[in-house]
């Protein structure tokens, strides 16, 4: 799933081509995608787009308002697994993946698609101050507005594996389970650590961790011109079991799930210890 350093950067690709245009119409062109019926569609006609930008993993579409004193409109896009939200040259009737279509007066079309089948992506269109309102209101800070402090703040009283809170949208939010696996990594941390436990080096460790990753990934990303896919993205330990790790050469390990894996080198995070999905273990740390 693309997560906040990839659709920042996708983000500000958008504000860069659509920031000022027209909203002409826009055409479902999936039956459930549209989460919201009030406001309905038809109401965001002949706006023109403020600015696009991202809250969470979700990307944030705002209109200007319609006159100054009226609350203004905005599409809050989540494109989950497999959607892509690209420019549209084609403007086929019945696109491959098609979900939604923004069109413009004045720019190419915007193409809303999701590959497969699970039809999971969604769009909201709410009034008014969109971080104030579902889908986004219980969202914590997105993870690179975090210093150490806040950080702390945010980990008090989470007694869950930090792997498992750093993903936790509602503790902070704009992380998955690649960059979970990443910033653990790079934090010399063991992703069953008990989040509320990691403080004084471990803490400073993580923040910076959180931060630079960051930052470097935002760095990586702002150099595409789409948002890519997963595999494409170099990772240290994320998805690399079997391989040796980048820092100190041991192979990397997975404690496998259903529909995931932790990869974590146990020289650099958990002083050897090999995991294990064992959750009635407290002595694993
Ligand atoms: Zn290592």
Known sequence: MPELPELAAHAERLDAGWAGARLERTEPLGFTVLKTVDPPPEAAHGAAVASVGRRGKHLLLRL???????????????????????????????????????????????????????????????RGDPCAQEPLAG?????????????????????????????????????????ANEVCHRAGLSPFARADRVDGEALDRLATALSEGLAEELATERERDDLGSARERATRVHGRTGEACPACGDVVREVAYRDYAIHYCARCQTGGRVLADNTTSRFVR
């Open 64 to 126: 200007e308002p319609p006159a100054p004193d009226q609350p203004s409109l905005a599409f809050v896009v989540h494109l989950m697994q497999a959607g892509r939200l690209r420019a549209d040259a084609r403007l086929a009737r019945r696109p491959r993946g098609g979900l939604w279509r923004w069109r413009f007066a004045d720019r190419e079309a915007l193409l809303l698609t999701e590959a497969g089948t699970e039809r999971r992506v969604g769009v909201w269109l709410v």
């Open 139 to 179: 969202l914590g800070p997105d993870a690179d507005a975090l210093d150490r402090e806040a950080l702390a703040a945010r980990l008090t009283g989470q007694t869950g594996r930090i792997h498992t809170v750093l993903r936790d949208q509602r503790v902070l939010a704009g992380l998955g389970r690649r960059l």
